[in-house]
């Protein structure tokens, strides 16, 4: 079964500087896509970044990016410069290849970013 | 272009009562996914409706239902709610082109407080 494994509960990091987020994941299927969301106290999942499995270079999405290791089957987020408006749940999932649809995702176990002014 | 709406954003209410949530989803987004997070539970995926049809259905108990309006819009019904039910009900919503980098989008949240 597929499964995503977010090893870190909870960071803390000073004001500007660059932090990485693991995430392991668990899959047979060779195709299959990756996602970070973030999550506030206000409780709204907000996409961040996308990886394909199949994608050759890194995902990059502004200050974020994404350090795709396949054969290790690592995924990890790294913030660059961060903010104090990153604080938040980080959460890494993966959409589900079971499922004809592709609708389902599959979420970690979040890891809490706490940013220090 | 408007995002995920959720309605209402928090509910209290007792044992035994039933709910119904509502999600309206980004325009053209023609599937619309729901899921439960639960401090205990983490984020569990309960259903998804697409055309007005249930396509996928998550680990839950016969309570938890929902459908889909011609619009795309979809409502979540609990009925006989339990202490447990308590926790944040999210929507999510995207295109259903059925391609690997396919993005959900989420809407708020309901918080659910069950007395």
């Known amino acids: 079964a597929q499964k995503i494994t977010q090893t870190q509960p909870g960071m803390f990091v000073q004001e500007k500087e660059a932090v990485t987020l693991d995430c392991t994941y668990d899959t047979s299927d060779p195709s299959y896509g990756l996602f970070w969301y973030k999550q506030p106290s206000s409780g709204e999942m907000i996409f961040l970044i996308y990886?394909?499995?199949?994608?050759?270079q890194n995902a990059t999405e502004g200050r974020y990016s994404l350090n795709f290791q396949k054969a290790r089957k690592s995924a990890n987020l790294v913030i660059s410069a961060s903010q104090l408006g990153d604080s938040a749940m980080y959460f890494c999932?993966?959409?589900?290849?079971?499922?004809?649809?592709?609708?389902?995702?599959?979420f970690g176990s979040g890891t809490r970013l706490s940013i220090r002014p | 272009k408007a995002g995920v709406t959720q309605t209402p954003r928090y509910l209290i209410k007792t044992r035994g009562q039933q709910v119904t949530l509502s999600c309206s989803p980004i325009?053209?987004?023609?599937?619309v996914s729901w899921y439960q997070q639960t401090p205990g539970q983490g984020l569990q995926f309960l259903f998804e409706y697409f055309s007005e049809t249930q396509r996928n259905k998550g680990n839950f108990p016969g309570r938890f239902s929902g459908r889909q309006f011609s619009n795309s819009r979809s409502e979540m019904n609990v009925s006989t709610l339990e202490l447990g039910d308590s926790a944040l009900y999210l929507c999510?919503?995207?295109?259903?082109?059925?391609?690997?980098?396919?993005?959900?989008?989420f809407g708020p949240g309901t918080r659910l407080l069950v007395l």
């Open positions: 325009s053209g987004h023609r599937s």
């Open positions: 990886q394909g499995s199949y994608d050759q």
């Open positions: 999932a993966m959409r589900d290849p079971g499922y004809s649809s592709a609708s389902k995702i599959i």
């Open positions: 999510a919503s995207s295109l259903a082109r059925n391609l690997p980098q396919e993005t959900q989008y």
